[in-house]
């Protein structure tokens, strides 16, 4: 399914994204996810790939050479992608490619880590997406899944989870 043309196009994407991805979590998150210079990273399900240069900003004030690929099913997302970066970031280290996120097109044991904002919560076969990640990731690599919960700031969450025995379980 063509996520620009059912749900959302390039700039409504691009736009939800920067208001997700706030700057002061940038040096959490690539501590979290481990990435050291000189790593293959792959961004399954990138869209306008707004996760991947947001990774890479934070990676180059750092002075960290990555390579990173981005890779979407929505060819139209792909080449909203590539403008972002050929317009806004001078850097040589970042591929966009149109591919199935089922079948990926990388061989095996190919990335040191495999991230992913927002696609696993979308994806109509999460297991075959996780297994195909698993395939490309390297003995000892990571997979990260960063899903979204809200578009809004919450410093509280009621929960989803009903009330058991008169109490909420969240």
């Not at 040096?27 to 990774?55: H, N, W």
């Not at 990260?144 to 989803?160: D, E, F, L, V």
């Amino acid at each position: 399914m063509k996520w620009s043309k059912y749900f959302q196009n390039p700039t409504y994407l691009e736009m939800t994204r920067k208001f997700m991805l706030n700057q002061d979590l940038k040096p959490l998150i690539i501590k979290y996810l481990g990435i050291e210079s000189g790593m293959q990273i792959l961004d399954v399900g990138c869209g306008t790939g707004a996760f991947t240069r947001y990774l890479v900003e934070e990676l180059f004030e750092e002075s960290k050479e990555c390579v990173f690929t981005g890779l979407d099913y929505d060819e139209k997302l792909i080449e909203a992608a590539k403008q972002y970066v050929s317009e806004k970031m001078p850097l040589k280290d970042i591929k966009y490619i149109t591919g199935n996120a089922y079948k990926l097109p990388f061989d095996n044991n190919k990335f040191d880590l495999i991230v992913s904002h927002t696609f696993l919560g979308i994806a109509s076969d999460v297991k075959k997406a996780f297994n195909e990640m698993i395939r490309v990731v390297k003995d000892g690599g990571s997979i990260a899944s960063i899903t979204s919960m809200s578009y809004g700031h919450q410093t509280r969450h009621g929960g989803y989870y009903l009330e058991k025995n008169g109490e909420k379980n969240y």
